[in-house]
């Protein structure tokens, strides 16, 4: 059973450090995608790749936050330094064509900085 | 910019009632996808809708996509327990964007 895996499930952290969240895309997905998910906000997209190569990252403040793909088996975004605001459920999607087609979604990060 | 709205925000019904959620763009979407997502849990797909005015059915789930492409809709029929969660719209207008519905908020009543 194919399934995106996400790590850590759960971060807390104090504001100021670095925080790196890992997603694992399921094996022959080739779009990547990364949500932050808040109650005030919904589902906002961050940023996504196809091929390993980004698309789109307009989502994403770019002074804090970086997102990666160092490989087809993993994904990476980071947030450095993390601040109080950056408190939000992370899920990272793949699927086989961005805005077409399924994405299945990991479990998601929850991050808490205090 | 591009927003995909959702009504209502939120919605509670007694079991066996229906219900329905309404999706809407700015922009002419070249499909749309139907996403679910329980207390706690990470949205899960449920369907795509692609052609003008096309409608599908998954047992008591009615998808709709309007004759412009600019809305849809989500019917459920005699809601059970089992119904519960937020339901997600997402419109990809023409090129690589695609955007998330505001969700609505599902609570049924046993």
């Known amino acids: 059973d194919a399934r995106v895996t996400q790590t850590p499930r759960h971060k807390v952290t104090e504001m100021g450090q670095e925080v790196t969240m890992r997603c694992q895309p399921i094996?022959?997905?080739?779009?990547v995608f990364w949500y932050r998910q808040t109650m005030m906000q919904g589902l906002e997209l961050l940023a996504y790749?196809?091929?390993?190569?980004?698309?789109?990252d307009s989502g994403m403040p770019k002074d804090r936050f970086s997102a990666e793909m160092p490989d087809a088996t993993l994904a990476t975004l980071k947030i450095q330094p993390s601040e109080p605001r950056d408190s939000a459920v992370y899920f990272c999607?793949?699927?086989?064509?961005?805005?077409?087609?399924?994405?299945?979604f990991g479990p998601g990060t929850r991050l808490t900085v205090t | 910019g591009q927003q995909v709205m959702q009504i209502p925000q939120y919605q509670h019904v007694q079991e066996g009632e229906d219900f329905t959620t309404y999706c809407n763009s700015s922009t002419t979407l070249s499909n749309i996808q139907w996403y679910k997502q329980r207390p706690g849990g990470h949205p899960v797909f449920l369907i795509q809708l692609v052609k003008s005015g096309e409608v599908k059915k998954q047992k008591r789930l009615t998808f709709q996509f309007g004759e412009a492409k600019k809305n849809s809709s989500l019917h459920i029929t005699a809601t059970q327990t089992t119904d519960v969660g937020t339901y997600f719209c997402a419109g990809s207008p023409p090129g690589n964007q695609f955007y998330f519905g505001t969700g609505t908020s599902l609570t049924v009543i046993p």
């Open positions: 999607a793949s699927g086989l064509e961005a805005g077409l087609g399924e994405q299945y």
């Open positions: 790749f196809r091929n390993r190569a980004p698309l789109d």
């Open positions: 094996l022959g997905h080739n779009t």
